[in-house]
Structures are given as structure tokens and as C-alpha cells.
Nanobody, 121 residues
């Protein structure tokens, strides 16, 4: 059993900052990519940022220069530092990770439960 637990969402004014965290736990053998997605009301879920086990990162064009993804492999945790937040960043943010569980020969995608980020004055 593998679980991803997110924290750090909330309400912030435009121009403000938030830091999201996501910790993976359970019977984990290894984790490859980890990332953050978001889904705004009436829109499809979209990739925000991702990081490989080796530390390579990629970002959605809309967040480049404002958001930073990082990870602590020893803690199976991924972070998303969000600066200069805009109202259009309002969404539910989901953590994603490709995890090989102890009971499986391959990696599979796991999702967190989501955390609400609201940017509003």
C-alpha cells in the first residue's frame, strides 16, 4: 500500500507565496518521477511541474520563473514553492509519483488526495 499525502494549500492574496509538500509512504521500493498537477473548476487536470529521481525538472510555461519544484529523496517527499501567485493559479493541486511498491515488479502512478490553493484578494 502506497499513500501520497499533501499539505500546504490555502488562501493567499495575489503576489503572495505558498509552499506545498507531498510525502510518499508505505511499502515503497523506489520512486522515479514525482510531480504536481492542478485542476481548476471546469478545466482538465494539467501538469504544473515534475522532477526526476536525478533532479531534472520541467515546468508548465505558465509557472516558469514563479514556481520551483524540489525533492528530498531520503524522505520520499516533493515540494512546490509557489511565488508571485496569480488568481489564475487557483485550483486543486495534486501530487503524483511513479512508485514501485514492494509487491510489484514495476512502477505505477499514484496520486494524492489534492489540496486547494485559492489566490484572491
Amino acid at each position: 500500500q502506497v499513500q501520497l499525502v499533501e499539505s500546504g494549500g490555502g488562501l493567499v492574496q495575489p503576489g503572495g507565496s505558498l509552499r506545498l509538500s507531498c510525502a510518499a509512504s508505505g511499502s515503497i521500493l523506489s520512486i522515479n518521477n514525482m510531480g504536481w498537477y492542478r485542476q481548476a473548476p471546469g478545466k482538465q487536470r494539467e501538469l504544473v511541474a515534475a522532477i526526476t529521481k536525478g533532479g531534472s525538472t520541467n515546468y508548465a510555461d505558465s509557472v516558469k520563473g514563479r514556481f520551483t519544484i524540489s525533492s528530498d529523496n531520503a524522505k520520499n517527499t516533493v515540494y512546490l514553492q509557489m511565488n508571485s501567485l496569480k488568481p489564475e493559479d487557483t485550483a486543486v493541486y495534486y501530487c503524483n509519483a511513479y512508485v514501485q511498491a514492494q509487491s510489484s515488479p514495476y512502477h505505477a502512478a499514484y496520486w494524492g488526495q489534492g489540496t486547494q490553493v485559492t489566490v484572491s484578494s
